[in-house]
T-cell receptor, first 114, second 116 residues
Framework: KNQVEQSPQSLIILEGKNCTLQ??????????LRWYKQDTGRGPVSLTI?????NTKSNGRYTATLDADTKQSSLHITASQLSDSASYIC?????????????FGRGTQLTVWP | DVKVTQSSRYLVKRTGEKVFLECVQD?????MFWYRQDPGLGLRLIYF???????EKGDIPEGYSVSREKKERFSLILESASTNQTSMYLC???????????????FGPGTRLTVL
């Protein structure tokens, strides 16, 4: 069964600290993995996308890694800011359908305290 | 920048009412999607469309229908709203279909629907 599991479910860190969010998936055949950021009351916004051959991708203070062998990804946030408080969603796409079906994790709720 | 807009940010309806949620995208995307998002469950796909007048069921289509008469517009219809359809509804669009699946989905701001 194609699934995407994220951990931790929630996380609280102090402003300026680093943190790492985890994503494990069983989606097959794998096409790509995305990390989305969703602010409260808003739609998700794409942060990074990685295909099978890519093992790291950065977007400012966000760095995503992918290990396609172990089917794991992480999102590392450096020098956190208050505006990083949001839900971070891991999304995996398969190659089994023409449209590229998406499988969503349930998200990690990050809270950054001053 | 891609812009996906939804007709309402907040909506309150009564049980049994017919509800229309509209989504418009301005980037000529072929694919459009409707999701609902509930606490602890993540995003779940209701319906999607890869072309005008074409529609496909997602994981939870029961109680919903959709309409895509124009490329830029995708409507979600609740024929007879029920309290268990209280949720955040998100519309998304992406550029092309194809096995590569690398096309990012762009989301609208969401409509928070409450059914009383």
């Amino acid at each position: 069964k194609n699934q995407v599991e994220q951990s931790p479910q929630s996380l609280i860190i102090l402003e300026g600290k680093n943190c790492t969010l985890q994503c494990n998936y069983t989606v097959s055949p794998f096409s790509n993995l995305r990390w989305y950021k969703q602010d409260t009351g808003r739609g998700p916004v794409s942060l990074t996308i990685m295909t099978f051959s890519e093992n790291t991708k950065s977007n400012g203070r966000y760095t995503a890694t992918l290990d396609a062998d172990t089917k794991q990804s992480s999102l590392h946030i450096t020098a956190s800011q208050l505006s990083d408080s949001a839900s971070y969603i891991c999304v995996v796409s398969d190659r089994g359908s023409t449209l590229g079906r998406l499988y969503f994790g349930r998200g990690t709720q990050l809270t950054v305290w001053p | 920048d891609v812009k996906v807009t939804q007709s309402s940010r907040y909506l309150v309806k009564r049980t049994g009412e017919k509800v229309f949620l509209e989504c418009v995208q301005d980037m000529d995307h072929e694919n459009m999607f409707w999701y609902r998002q509930d606490p602890g469950l993540g995003l779940r796909l209701i319906y999607f469309s890869y072309d005008v007048k074409m529609k496909e069921k997602g994981d939870i289509p029961e109680g919903y229908s959709v309409s895509r008469e124009k490329k830029e517009r995708f409507s979600l219809i609740l024929e007879s709203a029920s309290t268990n359809q209280t949720s955040m509804y998100l519309c998304a669009s992406s550029l092309t279909s194809g096995a590569s699946g690398t096309d990012t989905q762009y989301f609208g701001p969401g409509t928070r629907l409450t059914v009383l």
